[in-house]
């Protein structure tokens, strides 16, 4: 009987499974952890892959990793960060919100297929091009109630090493 001392819940389709903390406290599940992997940056556009808790959802798009940054063309530095979910008045909708980046506000995770329209923000899509990435508003239909369902939310923001 030990296990109805905790409700469960799953998020079917994720790949993942988010628990909430039991009668006595306890909590079962860690939080869910967004993965963007970037490949090497490549005219101007930062191509990569999303994945939560290990599981591969989405593509991804950012503006050039730069060494200094250039407002509004420069994609967030390595590393990790809290995220909530927080609603956009830009977009009008509940979107995640990446947390606590040096130099940078206001960085999302949101639709859109070029680096025009990222500004510094992580877009996803469902099918990637040459420098684009298409079906962006489907990956993040998706991705939205998916992050919503968890109980806390971490990004983490890493670069395929290129010469080994």
């Known amino acids: ?46 191509m990569g892959s999303l994945y939560l808790n290990g599981v591969w959802h989405c593509w991804t798009l950012e503006d050039a990793m730069r060494p200094t940054k250039i407002h509004g063309q420069t994609a967030i530095p390595v ?18 919100e990446v947390l ?6 206001y960085v ?23 420098r684009r990435i298409m079906r962006s508003r489907q990956a993040l239909d998706i991705l939205v109630p998916r992050l919503s369902a968890a109980p806390s939310l971490w990004l983490e923001v890493k670069t395929v090493c290129t010469h080994l």
């Open 1 to 46: 009987m030990l296990f109805r001392s905790y409700q469960r819940r799953v998020s079917r389709g994720a790949g993942v499974a988010i628990f909430d903390r039991g009668r006595r406290g306890h909590l079962v599940a860690d939080a869910l952890t967004v993965t963007v992997i970037r490949e090497p940056s490549h005219a101007e556009t930062t």
């Open 79 to 96: 590393g990790r960060y809290p995220m909530k979910m927080t609603y956009s008045t830009r977009f009008q909708r509940v979107l995640p």
């Open 100 to 105: 606590h980046v040096p130099e940078f506000s």
């Open 108 to 130: 999302r995770i949101h639709a859109g297929n070029t680096i025009e329209d990222s500004e510094g923000c992580i877009l996803v899509g469902a099918e990637r091009g040459d």
